[in-house]
Each structure stands twice: as structure tokens, then as C-alpha cells.
């Protein structure tokens, strides 16, 4: 087996990281060993191990109307599910 000693260094967001942990340490693998896993499979598609896709216009309105919805104090937010379906239902 190869020798492991060449360092990465990379910022993430802390939650990411926490969640990334807690996901790869429930199959027994650590950051380090996800991220080798990562760079082995990159190499053997010979690009990005998933497919990457532009979002159609249709996604991008629903992303735009969110960002809007977000810095929209007067817009209209429920706590719960029960709360949104009853105003659905109305």
C-alpha cells in the first residue's frame, strides 16, 4: 500500500464537517479515508464521481423566490406541519 504522509488542508463549514464525521464514522471510515476514497474514484471516472448539472429555469425561480421568502420579514412562516396543511386547507 501506498504511503499516506502528504497533508490537505481545507476550511468547511463546521456543521458539514460534524455531520460529514458522523455519516462516514457510522461505515467505520474517518474524513481522511472519504476523502482518499474520493480522490481514488475521481481518478477512475476521470472526473467527478457524480454528475453535475446547471439548474433549469424552473429551479433557479424556486431558488430565487426562496432567497426572497428568507429576507422577506413579512412573509408568511409556519412552526409546523400541522399549521402549513391547515393553511393549505383552507
Known amino acids: 500500500m501506498a504511503q499516506k504522509n502528504a497533508h490537505l488542508n481545507i476550511r468547511i463549514n463546521p ?15 474517518t474524513l481522511s479515508d ?13 472526473g467527478l464521481p457524480f454528475e453535475l448539472k446547471i439548474p433549469n429555469a424552473e429551479t433557479v425561480s424556486a431558488i430565487e423566490e426562496g432567497r426572497r421568502l428568507m429576507s422577506d420579514k413579512k412573509a408568511i412562516s409556519y412552526t409546523d406541519m400541522d399549521s402549513l396543511w391547515r393553511a393549505l386547507n383552507e
Do not use: T
Not at 18 to 28: D, K, M, P, Q, T
Open 34 to 46: 472519504a476523502v482518499n476514497m474520493f480522490f481514488s474514484k475521481s481518478l477512475m471516472e476521470n
Open 15 to 29: 456543521e458539514l464537517k460534524r455531520e460529514a464525521e458522523i455519516l462516514y464514522g457510522s461505515f467505520g471510515l
